[in-house]
């Protein structure tokens, strides 16, 4: 049994959306024995002091060891089964075996009531219902548990799907009552290159997104079995080895061969460099894969057309490929070969140490598509194959005239956010970079990066990952944990939060993947937008532009008061932006379109395509005029005080009784301005210059 003599001295909850992970810092737990059942334990005892139910039931998901100790996941279960984005994960450190071991810090949620809900799709309504969302697609698996919406519990399916053509993997959450679709995201992580938009004789290079020795003579081991692999327009695959050892001396000895769908020399080079990445990962961290250590790697690969010719994929990902469940490495041959750049296989790689330990991916929930999770799983990835080469710049070779991204440069919150995975991961990045740049010991860095890592949970914020690291860099290095303070607080990381401020002058860009990406007839923004409204405005615009080349499809949802919740075909809101009208007005006066002055109106940007796209919105507001100036304003104060003015008696009009005095010697001219008109005149003007600023 766990020790309970230190409980939990302090919880420090930091919340980053109504859906979004909490973190636990200030956590002292004693614990001895298997750190599985010895957390399972500990929690259950306190289950209530991480805003557990009383009597809740959960389980040891997955232990992940560490050096120096090791990160626990829990699952909460009811009935049916697990709750799907319902867990904790804890970071241990300290001793092993029977040895005494601390929690240090947690991450997650397992809070919940149940919804009550009259009956439920069985399988066959659940293949039938996919077969709606994604035409053509395989249901790999359909698994009952429940999903988490806000503060509840509605029962769901877990259903994992696969498209041959167009290629796709995803994972969608149906509502078991309803059928509606609560959470859909893709499961292939893919990476950037660059194409032409649609082609170079009516457009012009973008960067897009595109879909990733135990046996003798073979480039099988203990860590990478690599082959050359091609899909048929049906999408089974081939795969064979084009590299075999030399007869004579068991050598590899091959020569670089491109543009090529059976070069050899891919298949050696990528084996040496996922075995390497692969056994670095295992030495510093103590990285170990469930089960088997060895990973599926498939280079040079290309693809059947529907018209029957081999094209490649200019790309590289981490995914499920081959269906049988677990993740594979994935390196595309096009107009430059993926695999050639050894930046690249480490990217990928650190996807699949995510996949295996925190699982940071993207969801749809209460405040629309989060991607947050996402970008934090991109910006490790670079981090780690950065750390590994010593390097900030990453895919020189695969990015062609310049690297795909560089560690180095500006990048903060909220300026610095647009809903892209890969361009928000550059804040996190380029933070943590800065640090390690800076820090005296940077395996000390690389071990308390990757601690953060993996122990935080699948929909942790930026604020949580900045809470983690702080934490686990207070107890390996004070020093360090100073250093990365200072960074992440000049770069603003507390703000990194799904609701960005929006004042009038602020153009601010964003990204909206399409329904290619994520089934659902309405794909929400990954942001929402906080517009605060003064009570003397008149009228408020919101501007909502497309930036990309395809037809019109952006809208937006808008909603008084309180961020818009969306929930599919039940969001909720007040008004809407229509795809396709580009702004939308709010005035005191319009009984469809009616401003609230003094109240906070939130914007969700909308896509209705298919394409993701990008978009720029802004605003203005409209203020009351203020009232002319009175009749007898009196004039500003000079220097020297009041300047009295002269009557048309020649009376001083401060003082009947002291003596006139003028200002010059000389008399005025009666075409001239008298001294008497100045208050009139002083007046205007000030009131010109409020006005002036009022307007601006």
Known sequence: MPSTRCLLIAVCFLVASPASARTWTELDGKIAGPAGSAVLAFVQAHAESFGAP???TLKVRRVVPLRGGAMVRLERTLGRG???NGGLSLLVLGGSGRAEQTIVAASGRLDGTLAKVDGSLDPAAVSKRVAQLVPQGKVLDALPGYWRRGDTLRPAWSVQVRRARPRGAWRVILDAATAEVLSAASTLVPIFGKAYAPNPAVGSVKKVEILGLTDPGALSGEMA???????????TLTCQRYATADPASGDYLYDPDEPSFTDPFSEVHTYYHVDAFHRWMKDSFGFARQGAQQIKVMVNFNFESSSGNTQGLYNAFFGDIDDDGKGDLVFGQGKRDFAYDADVIYHEFTHSVVDETSDLSAAIDDLGFNVMPLSLNEAFADLFSSAFTGDPKVGEYAGGKNPIRTLTGPASCPDSLTGESHSDGLIWGRACWSVREKAQDKPTFDDVLYKTMVALDPEASFLDAQAMFLKVAGLADPALASLAASEFSSRSISKCTRI??????DQRHGYLMGRDSIPLVVVPGPMQYEIVVPAEATQLQVNLSQMSWSSATVGAYLRKGSPVKFSGSKSTFDFVLSNGEYSILLTRDDPKNRLEPGN?????????GNDATMYQISMALTLEEPPPPPSDTMPPQMDAGVVPALDSA?????DPNAPMTRGCSCEIGQGSPGVAALPSLLGIMLGLVLLYRRRR
């Open 225 to 235: 079995d690599v082959q050359s692999c091609s899909a048929s327009s049906s999408g």
């Open 500 to 505: 960005i401020p929006l004042g009038e002058g």
């Open 54 to 56: 009383k009597g809740v």
């Open 82 to 84: 697990p709750v799907f």
């Open 650 to 654: 020649g009376v001083n009009p401060v």
């Open 600 to 608: 906070t109106y939130y914007v969700l940007p909308l896509n209705v």
